[in-house]
């Protein structure tokens, strides 16, 4: 069988979702540690405005989908 599964991300404010994706996600977290200060300053904001434009009313939901496929081996 094959499943398109959601797990949404959900925060309240766009800083601290991209702080904990920074922070939490490897290949985000080298980006920004290899930047200068100006230019992780940059991409904070960016970030920052990304994960705002999901905003919906007092929260920001942001998808993240994924498939499960499940077989039996014979």
């Given at each position: 069988?094959i499943?398109e599964?959601?797990?949404p991300?959900?925060?309240?404010?766009?800083t601290?979702?991209?702080?904990?994706?920074?922070?939490n996600?490897g290949?985000?977290?080298?980006l920004w540690?290899?930047?200068?200060a100006?230019?992780?300053t940059e991409l904070?904001?960016?970030m920052?405005?990304?994960?705002?434009?999901?905003?919906?009313d007092?929260?920001i939901s942001?998808e993240r989908?994924y498939i499960?496929?499940?077989?039996?081996r014979?």
């Amino acid at each position: 069988t094959i499943e398109e599964l959601d797990i949404p991300q959900l925060g309240e404010d766009g800083t601290e979702m991209w702080r904990f994706f920074r922070d939490n996600f490897g290949p985000s977290f080298t980006l920004w540690n290899s930047f200068d200060a100006a230019a992780s300053t940059e991409l904070d904001t960016t970030m920052e405005a990304f994960f705002e434009g999901y905003r919906s009313d007092d929260e920001i939901s942001v998808e993240r989908k994924y498939i499960v496929i499940t077989g039996v081996r014979r």
